[in-house]
């Protein structure tokens, strides 16, 4: 059992990491650009797009996170 | 055609090549340390063996994944390498811009040889079960990080384990040669520009095929990997710029407070 969760873990944070919001933003934006692309638009420009606010997004973050610990 | 597919073999390589590098670097640092304070017998035995145990795996995984269909494994794997690939290129924004400490392996080095000679001596056994576990689980954990991005690069092109599988082969000669060669960690390797090279190629490939798995129809065709590849060299070029000047400005404030009161 404690293989197991190891196991799992090392996935999670393999493939996870320490943003969970890139990983569920990226699922959100294949879906969107399926969706558009399933009603015959243009869909290519969604996901460079969501590409980069999901980045920023995370730097954001990440940059709140340190202004937040370097005033505690 | 034949540029575009010369493109993504060319692309293929050198990310399969650079990223391999990298985690073959962090687990070579690892045997490294362990075999300098302990020995290199045990050290050696545990490398070997998740080596025997990782080519295990890899011959069993790969043939199961050219049967899934290539419009779903495109999809699958794009993204899995976009969400892979952003994490590195955050982590090396993160670092760049000094919000972040950058990844030392002579640091890692001297850590993993302080923590091998304090732990208790396995005495006069064939085995020093200490360094046998520690290179197996350094090795494995690295080589499980390269057979991924081998098996995943590789299932998403005719061809491609073959390519990915030789970039792979080459990191590991050049890692191994220069490891044996200076028998020290490689710190004079820039493992934060690496990182951040390979993030970008990795984001790049992920977006181009995952955007592929959901019907997208890319203007120019292959072309479009290059576009994708400037866009978010550009993006993260800028991220990095302006996230220094805020760094800076936060420096500042605190000092010129001083200074008013």
Redesign the interface.
């Known amino acids: 059992m404690r293989w197991v969760m190891a196991f799992l873990r090392?996935w999670y944070d393999?493939?996870?990491?320490?943003?969970w919001l890139?990983?569920v933003g990226?699922?959100a934006a294949?879906a969107l650009?399926?969706l558009i692309?399933?009603q015959g638009f243009d869909?290519?420009w969604?996901?460079?797009l969501a590409?980069?606010a999901?980045?920023?997004g995370?730097?954001w973050r990440?940059?709140r996170k340190?202004?937040d610990e370097?005033r505690q | 055609m034949m540029w575009g597919e010369m493109t993504r073999s060319a692309f293929l390589f050198l990310t399969a090549f650079l990223a391999s590098g990298v985690e073959m670097v962090e687990a070579l640092t690892i045997v490294l340390a362990v075999g300098v304070t302990r020995g290199w017998r045990s050290t050696l035995l545990g490398a070997g063996a998740a080596a025997l145990l990782l080519a295990g795996l890899i011959a069993g995984l790969g043939p199961l994944i050219s049967e899934v269909p290539i419009g779903s494994l495109r999809l699958v794997v794009g993204a899995l390498l976009l969400v892979f690939g952003l994490q590195w290129l955050r982590k090396a924004i993160l670092r760049a811009s000094g919000y972040k400490p950058l990844h030392d392996e002579a640091a890692a080095f001297e850590q993993e040889r302080a923590e091998a000679g304090r732990a208790a001596s396995g005495g006069s056994v064939a085995v020093d079960w200490y360094s046998f576990t520690v290179a197996f689980k350094g090795v494995f954990l690295e080589g499980l990080e390269v057979a991924f991005i081998v098996i995943t690069f590789g299932a998403s092109k005719s061809n491609g384990v073959t390519i990915a599988a030789a970039a792979a082969g080459a990191a590991f000669v050049i890692v191994i040669a220069v490891g044996a060669t200076v028998r020290a960690p490689l710190s004079r390797v820039p493992e934060n520009t690496l990182k951040f090279v390979v993030g970008l190629l990795l984001a790049s490939f992920g977006t181009f095929w995952s955007g592929e798995g959901a019907g997208v129809s890319w203007p120019g065709s292959d072309a479009a990997l290059l576009g994708i590849l400037a866009l978010l060299a550009i993006a993260s070029l800028a991220a990095v710029r302006l996230l220094r000047h805020e760094r800076d400005l936060a420096r500042l404030a605190p000092a010129q407070k001083g200074a008013g009161a």
């Open positions: 090392f393999f493939v996870v990491g320490d943003d890139i990983a990226i699922v294949i650009t399926a692309a399933d869909a290519w969604v996901m460079p590409v980069i999901l980045l920023a995370s730097l990440a940059l340190a202004s370097a």
